[in-house]
Nanobody, 123 residues
């Protein structure tokens, strides 16, 4: 069955970096665009980065552009999110998800989700 498993979350100081990983199984990763979304406490889940299936084009929410980098390794069936310059407002649960629609920034455009990984930015 389709499975996405995130890892790499944790506690980081403001200004620090983390690299999140997402292991995909049960489907052909090459065929799908993949996104990272996050949910800040008390707010809706939102898409922050997308990497397309074929060309590997990347798209970012303005709030993370220039600091976050999404990448994929189809041979290893992995998707990554490198996060630099983290700030406290980015404390959230981060999710890897498989895109099924067009509006990648909306969480209802995804049809498969990981369990999420907690990222806490605090001194």
């Amino acid at each position: 069955q389709v499975q996405l498993v995130e890892s790499g979350g944790g506690l980081v100081q403001p200004g620090g970096s983390l690299r999140l990983s997402c292991a995909a199984s049960g489907f052909i990763l090459d065929h799908y665009s993949m996104g990272w979304l996050r949910q800040v406490p008390g707010k809706e889940r939102e898409g922050i980065a997308l990497i397309t299936a074929s060309s590997g084009n990347t798209y970012y929410d303005d709030s993370v552009k220039g600091r976050f980098t999404i990448s994929r390794d189809n041979a290893k069936k992995m998707v990554y999110l490198q996060m630099d310059g983290l700030n406290a407002e980015e404390t959230a649960v981060y999710y890897c998800a498989r895109l099924s629609g067009a509006a990648w920034w909306k969480d209802d455009e995804y049809d498969a989700w990981g369990q999420g990984t907690q990222v806490t930015v605090s001194s």
